[in-house]
T-cell receptor, first 110, second 115 residues
């Protein structure tokens, strides 16, 4: 069974703090996506990472793909209430086989 | 708006009734996916199409579920004889061959409640 584990499951922090969430698997992925989902809406794509060791930045969000392409992290600097949501990672085993983690539910307190 | 659209956004039905959901993908995307998401879980794969061909179906997709994409554009997902366990958010996503076929763009979802 291919599993993609996200940690922590829940995170509640004060506005202005930094945080990191993780996505881990024993499987090697050809690519990995991060999404943010708000209640009652579909996931919205944040980034795709493809190369082992790759780092991508999106404003205050920094995404890293592990060297072995089995894991990834998302770091948020100076979190804001607008960052609140469910962060999902999705790994591509092959181009038509994508598995999702259960997500990290992030709540930023003003 | 050129994103993925889904209709209806919400559906309440009684157990035993049939329901049908529609998905319109991004126009140039040849792949279309259906997922189911329950509370506290990530999306679970149901099935996907490449153009009009249905290439893979999950074991989650029982005989009561059927999906079509007749002209390789929009898709429908039908659930027959609904059960309370079918209550979930049904998500549609589409992707293109380039730059990354694995990058899927999701619609807003159809939330189904079976009473």
């Amino acid at each position: 069974t291919q599993l993609l584990e996200q940690s922590p499951q829940f995170l509640s922090i004060q506005e202005g703090e930094n945080l990191t969430v993780y996505c881990n698997s024993s499987s090697v992925f050809s690519s990995l996506q991060w999404y943010r989902q708000e209640p009652g809406e579909g996931p919205v794509l944040l980034v795709t990472v493809v190369t082992g060791g790759e780092v991508k930045k999106l404003k205050r969000l920094t995404f890293q793909f592990g060297d072995a392409r089995k894991d990834s992290s998302l770091h948020i600097t100076a979190a804001q209430p607008g960052d609140t949501g469910l962060y999902l990672c999705a790994g591509a085993i092959r181009d038509d086989k994508i598995i999702f983690g259960k997500g990290t539910r992030l709540h930023i307190l003003p | 708006d050129t994103g993925v659209s889904q209709d209806p956004r919400h559906k309440i039905t009684k157990r035993g009734q049939n329901v049908t959901f529609r998905c319109d993908p991004i126009s140039e995307h040849n792949r279309l996916y259906w997922y189911r998401q329950t509370l506290g879980q990530g999306p679970e794969f149901l099935t996907y199409f490449q153009n009009e061909a249905q290439l893979e179906k999950s074991r989650l997709l029982s005989d009561r579920f059927s999906a079509e994409r007749p002209k390789g554009s929009f898709s429908t997902l039908e659930i027959q004889r609904t059960e309370q366990g079918d209550s979930a958010m049904y998500l549609c996503a589409s992707s293109a061959d380039r730059p990354f076929v694995e990058t899927q763009y999701f619609g807003p979802g159809t939330r189904l409640l079976v009473l």
